[in-house]
């Protein structure tokens, strides 16, 4: 696909303090624009100037929430290369994620290199500070103007670039995360496994009534008997217990990260032990209580390692590896880290260069 390029006229100003960039909040100077038309299939791929787009009000997105969307990131290495880490995940699951919500699929190859097309157009948005990167996310949303409920006929594939440092002003500290057993994310049949907008949308309630409780994040349970651990808002959960590391397998109602897949690799790799298993909250709460449950960690593209202080549930409170990091977590943080930055040899092959 040949992509149209229009500069802007006024380009901003980067940010001066790269050790202080806030999550999302900073957007480079050009987005991507593909369109989609029945008959016609994608179509008028355009780098154009960062801006709002006009909608009409009745665009069925806005009603019914047919929206998916993908991160990913790009990295500044030593060797002055941008390197992006496996955006070929991130096209694969996007057409899942179109799958499941009628969204017609991309070409993941072709859709792959106007993004890289597009970072390299803004690459000297792309910072060097340590720990941070240039965000990408890729989103897609039905633009029919119509309310009837059904697949949209024309859609709208998007790719906005904002440069970030750590997703947490926290920082690698431990995180507070409430077992939520009252709201529910998703259930199998669901779309639990699309990167789906509205799995965020769901999820709110239940983040903003655990932060009233002075917690972070929300662990999600199974929909069904509310016992099995499914994931964390935005991050896969891996736990621990007596050397071997474990994680739930992907049942149809948890989103398949690709760090979550990273880790296990990593751990593979290491001869470190690992599975994927159901684990209810009953084996997580008796590994506690023998003193078996030595870390606890969740894994996301904006976070990578997110290692977890306190987990609660039903009042009880479980206090992992006395609130710090643990070694295994801090492993994986470092070698996926380094691995995405180019400090440490790519011997899995993950990293594309940007050129
Ligand atoms: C994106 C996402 C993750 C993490 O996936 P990565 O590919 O590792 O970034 C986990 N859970 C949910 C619900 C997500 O949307």
Redesign the pocket.
């Known amino acids: 696909m040949e992509l149209k390029i229009t500069k802007t006229t006024a380009p901003k100003a980067k940010p001066v303090d790269e050790n202080n960039l806030p999550f999302g909040k900073t957007f480079t100077d050009h987005m991507l624009i593909i369109d989609y038309t029945e008959g016609i299939g994608w179509h008028d791929g355009r780098i154009v100037p960062y801006g709002p787009i006009e909608m009409d009000p009745a665009t069925t997105t806005l009603h019914y929430g047919q929206a998916v969307f993908e991160?990913l990131k790009a990295y500044r290495c030593p060797d002055g290369k941008i390197r992006m880490f496996r955006p070929d995940r991130?096209m694969a699951?996007l057409n899942v994620s179109n799958d499941r919500l009628c969204i017609p699929a991309i070409d993941e190859e072709e859709f792959t290199k106007a993004i890289m097309e597009l970072v390299n157009v803004e690459r000297d948005w792309v910072p060097s500070a340590p720990n941070t990167s240039l965000y990408i996310r890729p989103f897609i949303f039905a633009t029919d103007v119509f309310l009837g409920v059904h697949p949209s006929h024309t859609y709208k594939f998007m790719v906005i670039l904002s440069p970030v440092g750590p997703y947490y002003a926290e920082g690698l500290n431990p995180v507070k995360i409430y077992v939520e057993d009252e709201y529910v994310r998703a259930v199998r049949g669901g779309m639990g496994f699309a990167?789906a907008a509205g799995?965020y949308a769901v999820s709110l309630k239940g983040q903003v009534v655990a932060g009233e409780k002075g917690y972070s994040q929300v662990l999600w349970l199974d929909g069904i008997e509310r016992k099995y651990i499914e994931?964390v808002?935005?991050?896969?959960i891996f736990f621990k217990i007596n050397g071997e590391v474990v994680t739930p397998a992907l049942n149809g109602s948890i989103?398949p990260?690709?760090?979550?897949d990273s880790v296990i690799n990593v751990l593979k790799s290491k001869n470190i032990p690992v599975s994927e298993k159901r684990i209810s909250i009953d084996e997580i709460l008796e590994a506690y209580n023998n003193g078996t449950l030595e870390e606890v960690f969740g894994?996301?593209?904006?976070a990578v390692i997110s290692p977890v202080g306190e987990l609660c549930h039903k009042g009880v409170k479980m206090v992992i590896n006395n609130g710090e990091i643990g070694t295994v977590s801090q492993m994986l943080y470092d070698t996926i880290t380094g691995i995405q930055s180019g400090v440490i040899e790519d011997t899995f092959n993950w990293t594309r260069i940007v050129e």
């Open positions: 991160g991130n699951r990167k799995n994931e808002g935005a991050m896969n989103l990260g690709i760090t979550r894994t996301g593209t904006a």
